[in-house]
C-alpha cells in the first residue's frame, strides 16, 4: 500500500500539478497555430490523465479507508459534518464528481471546462498553499530578508509546474505529429 501511496504522490507532483499549465499551453498553440496541430487529441489525452488518475486516487482512498490500521489518516466523518463541512463537501465533490463528467464527449472537448475541472479537482491543494503563503507573509518574526527569500522560492515552484507543462504539452503534440507523419508516409 506504501508503494502505492508513493506511486500517486510522483504522479501527482509531475503530472497533475501541471495540468493547468498543459491545458493554458494548448490553448495558445491553438490559438496562434489554427489547425496545425493536433490539440484536439492532445486534448483527449489530457482528459483521460485526469479520468483515470481519478478513479485510481479514489479507489486507493476507498480502499485505504476501509483496511486500514489509522482512521484518523481517512477522518472522513469528522471532516464531512464538522464546522467546515460545506468546503470539505465542495472540494469533495469537485475532486470525485467534477472530472467523471469529463465522460461527456461534448464537455470534454471545451478547453475552458477541461481547464476548470483541472482546477476544481487540486481546488483544496491550492487553498492549502494559499493559506500557508499568506501566513508566511503576515509573521511578524521574520526579517524582510527572509520574505524576499520565499517570495523567490514560490515564483521558482510556479514557474518549474509551468515549465513542466510546457515540455509536457510540447511532448504528447511531438509524439501525435510523429504518428501523423508515419500515417501520412504509409499512405504514400
Known sequence: ?????????????????????????????????????????TLNVIRWIIIIYTVITWTFYLIGMATTNNPEEYAFINRATGPYAWAYWLMFLSALILPLTLLVQKLASKFWYVLLVAFAMKSGMYFERFVIITTTFHSNYMPE??????????????????????IMTILILGVFEILKWNSELTDV
Open 1 to 41: 500500500m506504501e508503494l502505492y501511496k508513493r506511486l500517486i504522490e510522483i504522479v501527482d507532483a509531475n503530472v497533475i500539478n501541471c495540468l493547468i499549465p498543459m491545458i493554458l499551453t494548448l490553448l495558445f498553440i491553438k490559438l496562434i497555430f489554427k489547425q496545425r496541430f493536433e490539440v484536439k487529441r
Open 145 to 166: 530578508d527572509q520574505n524576499n527569500q520565499i517570495i523567490k522560492v514560490i515564483a521558482s515552484s510556479i514557474g518549474i509546474i509551468f515549465l513542466q507543462g510546457i
